[in-house]
């Protein structure tokens, strides 16, 4: 057997099969190719910063305008699906807003923990690569860029859009930070943003091509492209990477299950893939149930062992059967529901959680559940 | 608006804190984004509101 060895693209094989050149693991964005949407597939009237569809990927939206976010298909006449592609994520603009303090951005945030092999804080501080596809009805510039939320600095790049409604592959590459660490644990270390939308307030200064301290008007630097300001605006994204290397290579794709175990380490639902979190539920669908056969007063209650440890103790939100929050449906002989009745008590851990009922005179509880440690 | 929540005997549970609008039980903790955002409220002089009785 013969192979092709290049240090950008790998190992090619006589049969044209690619071994990536870097190792399992390399991509410390995840779900890059928008593959997971356990929140929603499609959300309207966003006019707020935070997590709505693809998993892992938030939104920060301040100063004003609306937008519609959803997880795309790509077919077999877009680029980005020709490189194996079938998901993206669009950001739609519904009611455009433009004042100097407004900004919109595209942005995973990163354990610091998963970042310690680039070794930041020291004179081998590697550089990274961020790859992407992304297609926009607008042309221009638009900034990609770092921030350490543990030594409030930043490192900026820009990029070309060249083409209007046309998928572009884009890369840009920092240079590793030689003076600050990431701290080794889970709380939030790297921002990494595609600048979508914003004012002067955060353009007015220099771009950041080397890592410096963190200043508003350098944030967005030399980026000409906003999204915000036309309703006729939108931008979509794929195949983001960002790997230890000062070229982009393939894209690491992981298998469904692998990705989703990833996400969850975020983000759990009782909600089977592909309903959205909030959608109709029953108690044989989309619910947990919790049954313990006695009409005695008493505590009842059982734990959930959870399919993968989650970031940190999370949040808990319970929905009864008709999907009132913070509420809870009670069993009673025969199957028989009530609806709107208040827990009386739940705990979580990063493995497990629990609800009770208290003094109760029912025979079980239904519930559907999130479980959130978002970053 | 957060509330208290109660333990069965009555004592505050120290562990967690219930966000209002969704009943979002948070755990106390500091790595919790949801708690995070707790503690900013609190440090903006406001005051949750006291447990329902069990």
């Known amino acids: ?75 077999s006449s877009d680029a980005a699906f020709a490189d194996g592609f079938s998901q993206s994520v669009k950001y739609d603009c519904t ?37 992407f596809w992304v297609k926009s009805n607008v042309t221009g510039t638009a900034v990609a860029s770092l921030y350490s939320a543990d030594s409030s600095r930043q490192i900026s790049q820009t990029y070309t859009i060249d083409a209007t409604n046309t998928w572009e592959y884009k890369t840009v590459t920092f240079a590793g930070d030689t003076a600050s660490a990431f701290d080794n644990d889970n709380a939030a270390s790297l921002y990494v943003n595609l600048v979508m939308a914003t004012g002067t307030d955060y353009t007015s200064g220099t771009l950041r091509s080397t890592w410096t301290t963190y200043a508003n008007a350098d944030f967005a630097a030399g980026q000409t492209i906003d999204i915000s300001a036309s309703t006729s605006n939108d931008i979509s994204f794929t195949g983001v990477q960002l790997e230890a290397n000062t070229t982009a290579t393939p894209f690491e794709n992981l298998q469904y299950g692998q990705q989703l175990a990833l996400c969850q380490r975020y983000l759990q639902s009782s909600w089977s893939q592909g309903s959205a979190i909030g959608s109709a539920v029953s108690i044989t669908t989309n619910s947990t149930q919790q049954s313990w056969g006695s009409n005695n007063a008493g505590i009842a209650g059982q734990a959930f062992l959870l399919p993968v440890t989650m970031r940190t103790s999370p ?36 493995n497990m959680f629990y609800v009770r009922m208290y003094a109760n005179s029912k025979v079980g509880i239904a519930f559907a559940h999130t479980l959130t440690a978002e970053l | 608006m957060y509330k208290k929540l109660s333990n069965i005997d009555g004592t505050e549970n120290i562990e967690q804190i219930q966000r209002i609008v969704d009943g979002a039980y948070i755990p106390r903790i500091e790595a919790n984004t949801d708690y995070q955002a707790y503690l900013e409220w609190l440090a903006e002089g406001n005051t949750p509101e006291e447990a329902d009785e069990t």
Request: glycine share 10%; charged share 5%.
């Open chain 1, 315 to 350: 949040t808990l939100v319970v929905y009864d059967m008709a999907l009132n929050v913070g509420k809870v449906t009670t069993l009673g002989n025969g199957a028989a529901q009530i609806n709107n009745v208040a827990a009386n008590n739940s705990a979580t851990t990063t």
């Open chain 1, 95 to 131: 009611t455009a807003y433009t004042s100097a303090n407004s900004f919109s951005v595209h942005r995973q945030i990163i354990e610091g923990q998963n970042l310690q092999q680039l070794a930041y804080g020291t004179s081998s501080a590697k550089s990274v690569t961020l790859s």
């Open chain 1, 1 to 75: 057997m013969s192979v092709a060895i290049n240090g950008t693209n790998g190992i090619t094989y006589n049969d044209g099969s690619l071994q990536p050149s870097a190792p399992v693991g390399k991509n410390l964005i995840i779900n890059g190719n928008m593959q997971i949407a356990q929140r929603a597939t499609s959300v309207t009237g966003i006019t707020s910063g935070g997590y709505y569809t693809v998993d892992r990927w938030q939104q920060t939206l301040s100063g004003g305008g609306t937008y519609t976010q959803a997880q795309t298909a790509l077919t």
